[in-house]
Structures are given as C-alpha cells and as structure tokens.
T-cell receptor, first 114, second 112 residues
C-alpha cells in the first residue's frame, strides 16, 4: 500500500461550477477525514467517516459541500456552486479506529476558484 | 471547546542550535496530542504523539511531553539540522479520535 492518494492534485475552476475530489485511503483504515487548509493556517476539520457512515460534520461544511464514502473505501468531496472563498488545499487523511491513532495524510488537492 | 494555540513563526536557527516550539491546548476530557511536520513540497506526516498525561513522545531527536497541569505539549530538539527545516503543527484529538484540531503551524528554517 502506497498510502493515502488524492485526485486531482490541482483543480482550477470558475466561480459557480461544481467540483468533485476523490480520496483513496490506506486499505485497512476504516476512518477517513476531510480537512481544508488555507495559506498560513493549519488544517481545519470538515468531516469524517467510519466505514461508510458520516459521523461528524463541522459547521464549516456548508450546504454546498457534500461528502460520501459509499462502500467504506474511497471517498468523494463535492463542492457545488463554488465561490472564491473555497480556494484552498483540501486534505484527506485516514486512520485505524482507535483512540489516539495517528492520521495518515494524502498530498492534498489544491483548488483555485477564479 | 477544543483548540490548540501554537507559537507563531517563522523561526530561524543556526545548525546545532536548540529548538523549542510552544504548544498549549484547551480540551474537555483527556485528549491525545500530536506533532505533525510538513516538509517543503510534501504532505503532513506524524512526527510524534502522546496519549496520556506525562507521556513523552519522541522521534528523530524531537521530544514533547504531555503536561496536563500546564495544558502544554512543547516540541524540543537539542541540535537542529538543515534537514529539519519544515512547518510544524501541534494537534489534538478527542479521546475517541472523532475530531482533530490543529494549530496554525510554525515554520522553521535552519541555516548552515
């Protein structure tokens, strides 16, 4: 297993368009997390899944954001009607289901909304 | 609520200098504490962690001790190298690992 992968690595889109990002976690990890990171800031938690169930959602996750993990493996994060403020790095991480377990991060998808 | 406050950077040190990056936290219950590092052009990776009070995490010459009485988890290294130049993030998770909270990051540059 080569770790957490994300696709695409970069996305440029016009304001108002929809975008979808994919994350493939480490295969034996049943937890998957999405974060947003802007320049000069740490990652901000968006949501997380345990298997296919979405268990936590941050208030940062507006109605334009939706995430799925249909079979408990890969996950998608969709942003509808993108706004310039959505420009950021979107990070995915996975971990085992144990308290104190470390998260393994993917390389991120950098979104630029023009 | 839970939060992490981290020493602001950037920090510039000469090779072999002593490093301290301060991190304090606010949490309910008994969180786990982490330091993550992001090298230039790479993703976040775990540097060290501690899951209960008085635990000391260590890796690659870095150390941090979970101090419940001062709600701190300061990162230290006795002798930094140029290859330690990176951004360092302090983070905490609740006991169940349901949410992670990251500090804003501290950029470290080590000059020869």
């Amino acid at each position: 297993d080569t770790g957490v992968s994300q696709d695409p690595r970069h996305k440029i889109t016009k304001r108002g368009q929809n975008v979808t990002f994919r994350c493939d976690p480490i295969s034996e990890h049943n937890r998957l997390y999405w974060y947003r990171q802007t320049l000069g800031q740490g990652p901000e938690f968006l949501t997380y899944f345990q298997n296919e169930a979405q268990l936590e959602k941050s208030r940062l996750l507006s109605d334009r954001f939706s995430a799925e993990r249909p079979k408990g493996s890969f996950s998608t994060l969709e942003i509808q009607r993108t706004e310039q403020g959505d420009s950021a790095m979107y990070l995915c991480a996975s971990s085992l289901e144990t308290g104190g377990a470390e998260q393994y991060f993917g390389p991120g998808t950098r979104l630029t909304v023009t | 609520g839970n939060s992490v406050t981290q020493m602001e950077g950037p920090v510039t040190l000469s090779e072999e200098a002593f490093l301290t990056i301060n991190c304090t936290y606010t949490a309910t219950g008994y969180p786990s504490l982490f330091w993550y590092v992001q090298y230039p052009g790479e993703g976040l990776q775990l540097l060290l962690k501690a899951t209960k009070a008085d635990d000391k995490g260590s890796n690659k010459g870095f150390e941090a001790t979970y101090r419940k009485e001062t709600t701190s988890f300061h990162l230290e290294k006795g002798s930094v190298q140029v290859s330690d130049s990176a951004v360092y993030f302090c983070a905490l998770s609740d006991r169940g690992g349901n949410q992670f909270y990251f500090g804003t990051g501290t950029s470290l540059t080590v000059i020869p």
